[in-house]
């Protein structure tokens, strides 16, 4: 794609996948049509596109009738709409660390390109804890090989804009139940009914659609939290596709050009296990030792805020005397959050524990 560095767009352009698409008044200024060249008036009619991309974001602004008369609008309604892209559109070079990713593309298979999702080929960095001694850390071996997890959720998000949606639906019950989890993480509710009926627990897709809140309020928690603590099953699955996927790092997270996963959902599914936490080591040693992982590309910086989060419910629920030590515990050691400002995060914790307190006096 060319078109953000000024050149004229060319039916090769138009062709691109699109990976998400959002019509209504334009919420930026200073934005330039790329088709017309002129700029873009906060609020007028607009259509703003992401072309799928390996790395970064590429969004473009129009005018709704400058779009509406371009080649991107036969993309958006014959493909984008229908999922219709071809396997053939996302080659393009190298993208994967391990180059059977790349192969399977490259020479299709529908079967090999599950077995790529669901038995992930990359290794595992290593991690340790944060207040480990700094010789201790200093004589291990660790971050051999590169990994790679975000590419199981790549592919799946291939297959799935190349019309293979209903072909993944079939074959999930002939998989490991932790890869229900996986496939359940996209968007399309339809995996998430699926994971749910084959699981036994009628409330995953609900809870699921829960953590997609930008902001989530203590109804929100306390039904992810209900969840975990009424269907054991679902937490015994979901411990296996954590570890096997590296869902509790940062960089599980896709980037936006494959719009069918979010990474804040990974991170957060740590709420299901507030009630029980020794079924999750990590969400146990934070509890009993007070450490947390860490590694040597900061991949735990951006989901610490989840867990802590984590204990602090699970002290509501059970120790309600812990709560404030971990409030406190909160602001002192949460610095970063995914979406805006930590302190935003921090400050709905308080008020959700406060409530919760409250709710329990009255």
Known sequence: MTAHLGHELTEEDFAEPIASYDEGPCPRMGERCPLCKDRLEKGVPSVWIT?????SDLTLYFHEACFRRSGFEENYRDKYLKNAYDI?????????WNPEYDRVLDHFDFDQAVELIVYPQYPKLEAWWDNEPALELAGKERNKGRSDPRAPFYLFDILYKSGYRQELLDIMEKLPPYAWISFSLHDDRRF???AAWLIGVPDFPGALERLRKSRMSLNDM?????TGKNNPQLLDILREAIDRYELDRSYSAVSSGFSGFDMVRYAQLCYF?????WRLPVLERLLTQFQFPVDAHGEFTY???FYFRAAVFYFLLNQTEGVKSWLSALEREIHYYPRGSP???INDTKRMAARYLKSQVT
């Open 222 to 226: 306390l039904f992810v939290v209900e």
């Open 51 to 55: 072309i799928f991309n390996w790395s």
């Open 88 to 96: 053939r559109d996302f080659i393009a070079g190298s993208h994967f």
């Open 303 to 305: 989901t610490k805020c």
């Open 192 to 194: 998430q009914e699926e």
């Open 273 to 277: 296990f507030a009630s029980d936490p």
């Open 343 to 345: 302190a935003g995060f």
